[in-house]
């Protein structure tokens, strides 16, 4: 079986489950991990999961004389599993990227990588302070020209306090490896509307000097908005990116 029939066949039976089994759940006290640099630290109930949908997500750069322009649906379905622990379903599920320079002009689309991560709630965590590691394969499921050269792989933790958190995250790819640390502050935050600033600082293959802002609206207790954007300043990043998405808990 293609791995991304794989992905998708296993996304379907961990569907099945959370409708026969869900349990109770407020839907104002879940956490999206959209959007931003890093994720939430808090993880779904036992058999309760979430979509979380980019509307797109895009990316510009303009480096060496060559523009390129990226937009990708991507998908995440979140599961919780119990055990403080929740399992992920990441997908590119349609990408479209452009490249054009001064005498060349590429465009290409199609399926992009998926990735199967798991997320714990660490011990310790409490109503003042919650921390959680998350470590993410990616599975080489995209189109022959979209595709990485080699399956990325994360570990990353974040932690948050109020309204201060802080996400570090190591990575391996195609690009070799690098660190990524990244605070935030949410510096507004009401029962429907919050808004963050936030900073990346990157190192190795990850190499990074970014700033980022977001606001996110709860338009019903179980379904969000989102709108960002991530200005970057290393050559070796894309100028801006961001996006626009929605999450919500399925029933």
């Not at 119990?82 to 379903?89: P, R």
């Not at 977001?214 to 200005?231: E, F």
């Amino acid at each position: 079986m293609p791995a991304r029939s794989a992905v998708r066949a296993l996304a379907m039976v961990l569907c099945a489950l959370a409708c026969a089994t869900a349990q109770a759940q407020d839907a104002a006290d879940v956490e999206f991990d959209r959007p931003g640099i890093g994720f939430s630290p808090s993880v779904l109930a036992p058999a309760r999961f979430a979509w979380e949908q980019g509307l797109p997500d895009a990316s510009y750069d303009h480096s060496g004389g060559v523009r390129t322009t990226r937009y990708a649906a991507a998908s995440l379905l979140r599961v919780g599993l119990g055990a403080n622990l929740e399992l992920q379903l990441g997908s590119d599920s349609r990408v479209w990227e452009r490249t054009r320079s001064a005498d060349a002009h590429e465009h290409v689309q199609g399926s992009g990588d998926s990735s199967v991560a798991l997320k714990w709630l660490l011990p310790g965590s409490n109503d003042d302070m919650q921390w959680a590691l998350l470590a993410r394969q990616g599975v080489l499921t995209g189109a022959s020209d979209i595709r990485a050269g080699r399956a990325q792989q994360d570990l990353g933790i974040s932690v948050a306090t109020g309204d201060l958190a802080v996400y570090v995250n190591a990575t391996r790819d195609e690009d070799g490896t690098g660190w990524t640390a990244s605070p935030s502050w949410t510096f507004l935050s009401t029962d429907t509307v919050a808004a963050y600033v936030e900073a990346a600082l990157g190192t190795g293959a990850q190499r990074s000097h970014a700033l980022g802002t977001g606001i996110t609206w709860r338009v019903a207790p179980a379904m969000q908005l989102d709108l960002s954007v991530l200005r970057g300043f290393a050559d070796a990043e894309d100028d801006w990116t961001g996006g626009f998405g929605v999450s919500f808990l399925l029933p």
